[in-house]
């Protein structure tokens, strides 16, 4: 039986390389892989991450309903994992997603949400942004 978790991690940083390289398809594929392996191992940290980055790229496809979709499946489980800091980037990623659709205030209600979650684990840049 092989390491499905090592197995998992590496097709989603994989996945990262070709979103850094623009290869938004590749990267999709290759987190697509990784999700259904995070979860028969329970890894709930990772398949909030990999949630997340999944939304990443469907946010810069510009097709923003999947982007929320993804976004509102990693925010229960950065809860649930108490990952404050990734809570706070999936917060941001949804208000963004808002924002760049018109929806201000929606917008507004996310980002406030985030901004003492990026205090509270001191990430000063992001409480910038």
């Given at each position: 039986?092989?390491?499905?978790?090592?197995?998992?991690?590496?097709?989603?940083?994989?996945g990262?390389?070709?979103?850094?390289?623009?290869?938004?398809?590749?990267?999709?594929?290759?987190?697509?892989?990784a999700?259904?392996?995070?979860?028969?191992?329970?890894?709930?940290?990772?398949?909030?991450?990999?949630?997340?980055?999944?939304?990443?790229?469907?946010?810069?496809?510009?097709?923003?309903?999947?982007?929320?979709?993804?976004?509102?499946?990693?925010?229960?489980?950065?809860?649930?994992?108490?990952?404050?800091?990734?809570?706070?980037?999936?917060?941001?990623?949804?208000?963004?997603?808002?924002?760049?659709?018109?929806?201000?205030?929606?917008?507004?209600?996310?980002?406030?949400?985030?901004?003492?979650l990026r205090?509270?684990?001191g990430?000063?840049?992001?409480?910038?942004?």
């Amino acid at each position: 039986m092989g390491d499905r978790g090592g197995e998992a991690t590496t097709l989603h940083n994989i996945g990262s390389v070709y979103n850094s390289l623009g290869e938004k398809q590749k990267a999709l594929d290759y987190y697509n892989q990784a999700l259904p392996l995070r979860r028969a191992v329970g890894d709930r940290e990772g398949q909030a991450i990999t949630l997340n980055n999944i939304g990443n790229v469907y946010n810069l496809l510009g097709e923003k309903q999947q982007a929320l979709d993804y976004y509102n499946q990693a925010l229960p489980l950065r809860r649930a994992v108490g990952d404050r800091g990734g809570e706070a980037t999936t917060l941001t990623n949804i208000g963004s997603v808002y924002d760049s659709l018109g929806e201000k205030q929606k917008a507004l209600d996310y980002y406030n949400q985030a901004l003492p979650l990026r205090r509270a684990v001191g990430d000063r840049g992001g409480e910038a942004t």
